[in-house]
Nanobody, 132 residues
Framework: QLVESGGGLVQPGGSLRLSCSASGFTLDYYAWGWFRQAPGKEREGVACITSSDGSTSNIITYYLDSVKGRFTISRDNAKNTAYLQMNSLEPEDTATYYC??????????????????????WGEGTLITVSS
């Protein structure tokens, strides 16, 4: 089970940090992803953290173009938790944000979101509203 936290209302230019905690099992050898879905839009992949070789080192991260340089994904294996640090938030970032995890599999920058769709490990989502 995955549980997100850290959402809320923030002004444009502000920052938030989302957390995604796993319970019941360890996710050391999993890839983690953050997704978002705005009203009336399809769910899209925002950020992914994985490994180039399935180990807990050799970390690779991927980002949606529109969040590059503003968002940072990270993970703390000891806490079984992934994070999404979001800076310089814009109204267009308003959405419900979801975390997901999949057992390690090679992922590419262009196709990683699709690897998560249809899998079982998804959180319930946390709403972020960027507005003045």
């Amino acid at each position: 089970q995955l549980v997100e936290s850290g959402g809320g209302l923030v002004q444009p230019g502000g920052s938030l940090r989302l957390s995604c905690s796993a319970s019941g099992f360890t996710l050391d050898y999993y890839a983690w992803g953050w997704f978002r879905q705005a009203p009336g839009k399809e769910r899209e992949g925002v950020a992914c953290i994985t490994s180039s070789d399935g180990s807990t080192s050799n970390i690779i991260t991927y980002y949606l173009d529109s969040v590059k340089g503003r968002f940072t994904i990270s993970r703390d294996n000891a806490k079984n938790t992934a994070y999404l640090q979001m800076n310089s938030l814009e109204p267009e970032d308003t959405a419900t944000y979801y975390c997901a995890a999949i057992p390690f599999t090679p992922l590419s920058e262009w196709s990683w979101p699709g690897a998560f769709y249809g899998m079982d490990l998804w959180g319930e989502g946390t709403l972020i509203t960027v507005s003045s």
